[in-house]
C-alpha cells in the first residue's frame, strides 16, 4: 500500500451511513475480495477510502490498485465528485452538493491549465479555430450527465460554497444541510455565499429561525 491519504480527498467524500458501511462490508467479505479497485494518483487515495478501511481491518482480503492521471489536483478532485454521483440513494441535497463541487473543480482544473498558456497561445487559438464547432460549456456538459438545466448547475455551485462556507466558520454544519436540518431558500444560500465570515453564524441563526419552505431546485430553468 504505497500511497497515501490526504484529508482533503477524504474529508470531502460524502460518509456512508452505519448500515451503508455495514452493507459494503458484508458484500467484500462474502465475496472475500474487493471487487472495484482503489484508484491512486501521484500516490494519492482518491476513490476507495471506505473500501480502504475495510481492507485495513481484514488484511486476508484481496484488491488491486489503479494508478489514474489527471493533468492536475482539481481534476482528481473532479472525477472524485463524479464517482460520488453515481452512488444509489442521494438524497437531493448531497447530490446537489456533489453537482456544485463537480463544476467548482472542473473549471479550477481547466483554469489552472490555461494559466500557463498565455497569449501566443492565445493568438494561435484564435487564428485557427475558423469555423470549428462551438465547444459545450463545463455546465452545459454536467447539466446533460444529470439530466438538468445549466442553471441548476449553476446554482448548485453556489449551494456548495455556502455550505462550505459556513462548515469553515461552524464545524458539522455541512451534515446538518446535507441532512436537510437547515432548509435554506435560494436567497439564503447566496446571502452565505458572499458573506464575510464573521457574518455566518447570525445568518445560519435566521435561516433556523426561519419558517420559509426550503428552496426547490427546478429541473428546467434553461
Same mark, same amino acid.
Given at each position: 500500500?504505497?500511497?497515501k491519504?490526504?484529508?482533503?480527498?477524504?474529508?470531502?467524500?460524502?460518509?456512508?451511513?452505519?448500515?451503508?458501511?455495514? @452493507?459494503?462490508?458484508?458484500?467484500?467479505?462474502?465475496?472475500?475480495?474487493?471487487?472495484?479497485p482503489?484508484?491512486?494518483?501521484n500516490?494519492?487515495?482518491?476513490?476507495?477510502?471506505n473500501?480502504?478501511?475495510?481492507? @485495513?481491518?481484514?488484511?486476508e482480503? +484481496?484488491?488491486?490498485?489503479?494508478? +489514474?492521471?489527471?493533468?492536475?489536483?482539481?481534476?482528481?478532485? /473532479?472525477?472524485?465528485? &463524479?464517482?460520488?454521483?453515481? =452512488?444509489?440513494?442521494?438524497?437531493?441535497?448531497?447530490?446537489?452538493?456533489?453537482?456544485g463541487?463537480?463544476?467548482?473543480?472542473? &473549471?479550477?482544473?481547466?483554469? /489552472?491549465?490555461?494559466? #500557463?498558456?498565455?497569449?501566443q497561445?492565445?493568438?494561435?487559438v484564435?487564428?485557427?479555430?475558423?469555423?470549428?464547432?462551438?465547444q459545450?460549456?463545463?455546465?452545459?456538459?454536467?447539466?446533460?450527465?444529470?439530466?438538468?438545466?445549466?442553471?441548476t448547475?449553476?446554482?448548485?455551485?453556489?449551494?456548495?460554497?455556502?455550505?462550505?462556507? /459556513?462548515?469553515?466558520?461552524?464545524?458539522?454544519?455541512?451534515?446538518? #444541510?446535507l441532512?436537510? @436540518?437547515? &432548509?435554506?431558500?435560494?436567497k439564503?444560500?447566496?446571502?452565505?455565499?458572499?458573506?464575510?465570515?464573521?457574518?455566518?453564524? /447570525?445568518?445560519l441563526?435566521?435561516?433556523e429561525?426561519?419558517? @420559509?419552505?426550503?428552496?426547490q431546485?427546478? =429541473?428546467?430553468c434553461?
Amino acid at each position: 500500500m504505497n500511497f497515501k491519504i490526504d484529508p482533503e480527498f477524504k474529508e470531502n467524500i460524502p460518509p456512508l451511513t452505519e448500515d451503508e458501511k455495514a @452493507q459494503l462490508e458484508a458484500v467484500i467479505l462474502a465475496d472475500g475480495v474487493v471487487i472495484n479497485p482503489l484508484i491512486v494518483w501521484n500516490g494519492i487515495l482518491i476513490d476507495g477510502h471506505n473500501r480502504f478501511e475495510i481492507i @485495513q481491518n481484514h488484511p486476508e482480503l +484481496k484488491y488491486t490498485v489503479f494508478e +489514474k492521471n489527471f493533468p492536475d489536483r482539481f481534476a482528481a478532485l /473532479a472525477y472524485m465528485y &463524479k464517482s460520488q454521483l453515481g =452512488r444509489r440513494n442521494l438524497t437531493p441535497e448531497l447530490r446537489r452538493y456533489l453537482i456544485g463541487k463537480q463544476y467548482s473543480a472542473e &473549471k479550477a482544473s481547466h483554469g /489552472a491549465r490555461d494559466a #500557463f498558456r498565455g497569449n501566443q497561445y492565445e493568438k494561435m487559438v484564435s487564428s485557427q479555430v475558423g469555423n470549428l464547432p462551438k465547444q459545450e460549456k463545463t455546465c452545459e456538459r454536467i447539466a446533460k450527465e444529470n439530466n438538468i438545466g445549466k442553471n441548476t448547475v449553476i446554482r448548485a455551485e453556489t449551494y456548495s460554497k455556502a455550505i462550505d462556507a /459556513a462548515e469553515d466558520v461552524l464545524p458539522g454544519t455541512k451534515n446538518r #444541510f446535507l441532512s436537510d @436540518q437547515i &432548509k435554506p431558500t435560494e436567497k439564503d444560500i447566496a446571502a452565505l455565499a458572499r458573506a464575510a465570515p464573521e457574518e455566518i453564524p /447570525a445568518l445560519l441563526e435566521e435561516i433556523e429561525n426561519s419558517k @420559509q419552505p426550503a428552496a426547490q431546485d427546478s =429541473r428546467d430553468c434553461d
